[in-house]
């Protein structure tokens, strides 16, 4: 039987075996139960001042578990985009249960999770502006386990006279584009760009990247598949001339939470850089999954943002406190967990506004409701901090280590 995306998350906390609303509902902010003290673990999410970020630790652990245990089978890597949650606790959990490295897409985002114990980055955007290259070199002495993208001659050029003059060799890998965003075209150019810094005395050529954006969110997985394959053959036989004409290609890399168990098919190919999965969101849940359902179910949605209900004066409308500051990108809308019938529209700045014919019960003001969010890496970015939830009480409080990272 097909299950919409509505249906799959309405029953997401129907069939939850754990709901536990306390009678006294408090409203603590982060700044109050940080760090959780003994006293106060146990705090219920239902208590929690509102918006809130929450992540249920059991799902996550679940999704993280599932990545390594699929690509483990597939003989193929983990390394996980950290873009996503900018987590250096997440990133350690991560690596802990098997992630060869960690992938950022900022240089901010990388400085700050090597400073927080997270050793092993590769950042997958390459670095332009002098000062930046500067910076990476900074970094490079201090964390040897750091890696960067180079996509253009110029840069490779530029990261040399960087790296000589901060003393270091610097381990880069060539972005070879699939599609159009970033990254040199595949074959000759980026054969030359390879060649280029294998020349370089204060390089380390380590391999080459090839992230296929376009293919994440490809509606049924047999699409997604086909897609996927097609656009990594050019990228494919660049790897192999690479390796045939002797420069070093130890690292071929790229795929996300809609495509991680398809790049083992493609000879060569290391490791996987999903980000998404650990948290999903309602673009995610759209894909369809391997056996031909709508709702993509490989990963567990674990983030939800908490609202309270400010106002149910107006019959089959409802606001919440939850609008753009809280979820950013509207499309597709939020989800309501336990209430497939609404229809969540955050596109005001504080404010969000549902609609419905019917809802499964009758909504209080001051109430609090769970929401799945449109798209998770954005939605993060918004809050210091994730409630780590597990049978709906904080466990812990996950510090966002890099957020507003965005340089
Ligand atoms: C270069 C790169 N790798 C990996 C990812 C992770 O993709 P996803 O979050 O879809 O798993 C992204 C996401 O945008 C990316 O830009």
Not at 179 to 186: A, D, L, N, Y
Not at 216 to 240: G, P
């Amino acid at each position: 039987m097909k299950t919409s995306r509505r249906a799959f998350v309405g029953a997401t906390a129907v069939t939850a075996a754990h709901i536990w609303i306390p009678k006294g509902v408090k409203g603590y902010t982060a700044g109050e139960i940080v760090p959780v003290t003994p006293q106060r673990a146990g705090i219920s999410k239902w208590d929690l001042d509102t918006p809130a970020l929450c992540v249920d630790l059991d799902k996550m652990e679940r999704n993280i578990a599932k990545m390594q245990r699929t690509c483990n089978a597939n003989k193929i890597a983990v390394r996980p985009h950290a873009k996503t949650h900018k987590c250096a606790a997440i990133a350690k959990m991560q690596m802990a249960a098997g992630a060869i490295g960690i992938c950022t897409a900022k240089l901010s985002e990388a400085e700050a999770l090597l400073a927080e114990g997270v050793d092993k980055i590769l950042m997958t955007t390459s670095n332009l502006p002098p000062a930046k290259i500067r910076r990476a070199m900074e970094l490079k002495k201090r964390y040897p386990g750091f890696i960067q993208a180079v996509d253009w001659d110029q840069n490779a050029r530029d990261l040399q006279d960087a790296a000589k003059t901060a003393g270091v060799v610097a381990d880069v890998v060539i972005d070879v584009a699939v599609g159009t965003r970033s990254g040199i075209p595949p074959g000759e150019d980026a054969i030359n760009l390879a060649r280029l810094v294998d020349k370089q005395p204060n390089l380390k050529l380590r391999g080459m990247l090839s992230y296929d954006g376009g293919a994440q969110h490809i509606n049924t997985f047999a699409a997604r598949k086909e897609r996927t394959l097609k656009n990594i053959e050019e990228n494919a036989r660049t790897y192999e001339k690479m390796k045939a004409g002797g420069l070093n290609t130890e690292i071929f890399s790229g795929g996300g939470t809609g495509t991680y168990n398809i790049y083992h098919l493609v000879p060569g190919f290391t490791d996987v850089q999903a980000g998404s999965y650990i948290f999903m969101d309602m673009q995610y849940v759209a894909i369809g999954n391997v056996d031909g359902q709508p709702v993509y179910d490989d990963f567990e949605p674990s983030l939800t943002v908490l609202a309270t209900v400010v106002n149910n004066r107006f019959s089959g409308r409802l606001t919440t406190d939850a609008g753009a500051k809280a979820l950013t990108i509207n499309v597709p809308h939020a989800g309501v967990i336990g209430e497939p019938g609404m229809d969540y529209n955050a596109g005001s700045d504080e404010f969000g506004s549902i609609t419905f014919k019917e809802a499964r019960k009758e909504w209080k003001m001051g109430e609090k409701m769970e929401l799945i969010v449109p798209h998770c890496d954005p939605a993060v970015n918004l809050y210091d901090y994730i409630y780590g939830i597990r049978n709906d009480r904080v466990e812990s409080v996950l510090s966002v280590t890099a957020r507003g990272h965005s340089q």
